[in-house]
């Protein structure tokens, strides 16, 4: 098995979003720009869910037509 070795990747349109790897293995994305998704879960190259901001929150969403959560204002409501 290869491994592959990382620490920070960036946009390559240097918009500021980056991804970092830090040496106890958590993982930090940094999104810089609007509101949207930040991260995409794929089953067989189909998208089963997301995770986002929007606004002064964050979301979690489920595969298309399925409902999600989101986290803002001390508040967790359905999507």
């Known amino acids: 098995?290869?491994?592959?070795?990382?620490?920070?990747?960036?946009?390559?349109?240097?918009?500021?979003?980056?991804?970092?790897?830090?040496?106890?293995?958590?993982?930090?994305?940094?999104?810089?720009?609007?509101?949207?998704?930040?991260?995409?879960?794929?089953k067989d190259g189909t998208a089963v869910g997301k995770i986002g901001i929007q606004g002064s929150g964050f979301y979690i969403d489920g595969e298309s037509g399925h409902e999600g959560l989101r986290f803002a204002n001390g508040t967790v409501t359905p999507r």
């Open 1 to 42: 098995m290869s491994t592959l070795e990382l620490e920070n990747i960036k946009h390559p349109d240097n918009s500021g979003d980056n991804i970092a790897l830090a040496s106890n293995g958590s993982i930090t994305i940094d999104r810089q720009s609007t509101n949207g998704t930040i991260a995409e879960f794929r």
